[in-house]
């Protein structure tokens, strides 16, 4: 009895693959594909990468945003940006927000959350300081007010003549009378970052809190009886364990450092503060497109603007990837 060719078996068990995934595409596969990946798919291409696809698009042009006729300039506009000296100090401010913000501003929370988790007496069960519930809401309550409000607020609480700030520091025997801390190019960005601080710490406080809480207690005793302390303790146990969630907090407010519009905008708002100390990437496109009529230039800086977003992200989920972040939550 002979055999058949080696081909003629593989295309034999060809056609039976074939069959068998035709046979397991049943309409409620095909019905489940279509509705759970198809249609988000669809929704986030029409809705995200059409638009950004747009964006550069009129980012090669000088359309005056409104006008529906334009030319195209080719990379002219990323060359005149990138010549621009306003638009480089906007770059240069968003960078000290971007090394400033995320770290202090993660740092602090981490610090805060550890305190009201796992900061109490170092004798009996593990817990936090006495009252830490009255501390995570008393913290949390800043972020619950809206953006232009803590602005608002701030810019009153920094005035020159009649500001709480200068009215304490009088009170203490400061001299501090008609001290004009958002006008003055020493403290204007200080300032601002503190406000933005003072926003965000209470909201990453309660997340890494939420963190803390799901690492079992006997870790935290275990290092106790081994006589490791709240910093070992913190760095060794900690920080490992809720790894994600620091780096999920980094990348949001690295995304938030590289916008910084609504607090700058609240600030500061008939200009980018003094000598263009706070002013930031997003203030600029906004006065270059609604000011300037420059659209085409302004959607150029948009451009950059999520590239530099994109850019950041990817940089910290690489260096997350490469220290062992991966395990860091499996310990």
Do not use: H
């Not at 397991?24 to 950004?52: C, Q, R």
């Not at 030319?71 to 060359?79: E, I, Q």
């Amino acid at each position: 009895m002979s055999l058949p060719p080696p081909t003629a078996v593989l295309e034999g068990g060809r056609k039976a693959a074939i069959q068998s995934r035709r046979k397991n595409l049943t309409f409620d596969k095909v019905s489940f594909m279509v509705v759970f990946l198809g249609i988000p798919l669809a929704i986030y291409l029409l809705f995200v990468i059409w638009p950004f696809l747009q964006a550069f698009v009129y980012s090669l042009t000088d359309w005056s945003g409104f006008s529906p006729n334009y030319k195209f300039v080719g990379l002219d506009n990323y060359a005149r940006i990138f010549t621009d000296d306003q638009f480089l100090k906007a770059l240069s401010n968003n960078v000290i927000l971007l090394i400033v913000v995320p770290i202090v501003t993660v740092v602090l929370s981490l610090i805060l959350a550890t305190l009201v988790t796992v900061g109490g007496s170092s004798k009996g069960q593990v817990k936090g300081l006495k009252n830490s519930s009255f501390y995570r809401v008393v913290s949390f309550f800043p972020y619950t007010i809206p953006a232009v409000a803590i602005g608002i607020m701030w810019g009153q609480i920094y005035d020159p003549s009649g500001g709480l700030l200068n009215g304490a520091l009088n009170a203490l025997g400061l001299n501090f009378k008609d001290y004009a801390w958002l006008g003055n190019t020493s403290t204007a960005m200080a300032c601002s970052i503190f406000v933005i601080i003072w926003g965000f710490v209470g909201f990453y406080m309660v997340l890494f809190i939420a963190g803390i809480k799901g690492i079992p207690a006997e870790l935290f005793e275990a290092a106790r009886i081994d006589g490791a302390g709240r910093f070992r303790t913190a760095v060794s146990i900690t920080i490992p364990m809720i790894r994600d969630n620091i780096q999920t907090a980094y990348v949001y407010l690295g995304i938030f450092a590289l916008d910084a519009f609504v607090y700058m905008a609240s600030l500061f708002p008939n200009a980018g503060g003094p000598e263009n100390s706070t002013l930031v990437m997003s203030q600029q496109l906004f006065f270059t497109a609604f000011q300037r009529g420059q659209f085409g230039m302004a959607t150029a800086m948009g451009v950059v603007l999520a590239a530099a977003t994109l850019l950041f992200s990817g940089l910290v989920f690489l260096v997350n990837k490469l220290t062992g972040g991966s395990e860091g939550g499996r310990l």
